[in-house]
């Protein structure tokens, strides 16, 4: 079910227990090879395919393209909303589903910056609603859902998402390969983890001066539909999850 779509009386009488969707991406940088738009493309084609099979049990809001990516400001282009209004957004959107009944909320993310902030603004929704035990309150991130691709293809260079890599960059040529550069001259831009387990506070620049971090010049549009096919599988495997809960137990 489309929110879009329904009009203010079919909305009402949906049962409470309906889990709802709420897409949640980005509009930034995506190196010099891809669009803006990235984040928002590659989630909202999750859903359009997990939708296909979760119609009649899941409500889909519409995907909300401003994330927070204030560590991509230094690229033009990026739009970002700074953290702190970025979780008074996200508990706002969960707040005015809970006012109209519904009682399972499941953010699902297609941008790495909105990580914490997510996760928080869920805490916090929980904090205010202390006292209600029917309540599922989830923040998942698509690439987190269902499989690991590298295991099931054996040629991916990249074990993790990265920044407009070998992940994204394939994702979007199966989808849009007009909207993708010249890869053929781009750089490997290595992972770096240094000084974990400690998480240290960066912007891109610090890691990459193109805006891509991981190895786009090995995507391909093959990669990018078993991407694809194993992301919304592990999306609708999580919406199966949370409309069968029992709507009171604190496991499934």
């Known amino acids: 079910m489309q929110l879009t779509d329904m009009n203010w009386p079919q909305v009402a ?30 989630l909202g084609e999750v859903v359009r395919r997990a939708s296909e099979k979760l119609e009649e049990k899941v409500l889909f809001a519409p995907l909300m393209w401003l994330g927070n990516s204030d560590h991509h ?25 809970l006012s109209h009944g519904f009682k399972r909320i499941v953010f699902l993310n297609g941008h790495g910056g909105n990580i914490v902030p997510g996760r928080q603004a869920t805490f916090e929704l929980r904090q205010r609603h202390r006292e209600r035990t029917d309540l599922l309150l989830l923040f998942a991130t698509y690439w987190d859902c269902g499989a690991r691709p590298h295991e099931i293809r054996d040629d991916f260079s990249q074990q993790q998402m990265g920044h407009a890599g070998e992940w994204e960059t ?20 290595e992972f770096d983890s240094s000084f974990a387990p ?34 919304a599988g592990g999306v609708i495997d999580l919406m199966n999850r949370v409309a069968g809960w029992d709507g009171e137990s604190w496991s499934e």
Do not use: C
């Open 13 to 42: 009488g949906l049962d409470k227990n309906t889990p709802v969707l709420i897409p949640v991406a980005a509009l930034e940088q995506h190196g010099g090879h891809m669009p803006v738009f990235t984040d928002s493309m590659l």
């Open 170 to 189: 394939s994702m979007i040529l199966r989808i849009a390969p007009h909207l993708v550069g010249d890869l053929s001259k781009l750089q490997t831009v």
């Open 73 to 97: 400001m230094d690229f033009p282009g990026t739009l970002s909303a700074a953290p702190r209004v970025y979780l008074d957004l996200l508990n706002g959107l969960a707040e005015n589903f």
């Open 198 to 231: 400690a998480v240290r506070g960066w912007i891109t620049k610090d890691q990459s001066e193109t805006g891509h971090i991981g190895f786009p010049q090995e995507a391909t549009a093959e990669k990018g539909e078993l991407l694809f096919q194993t992301f």
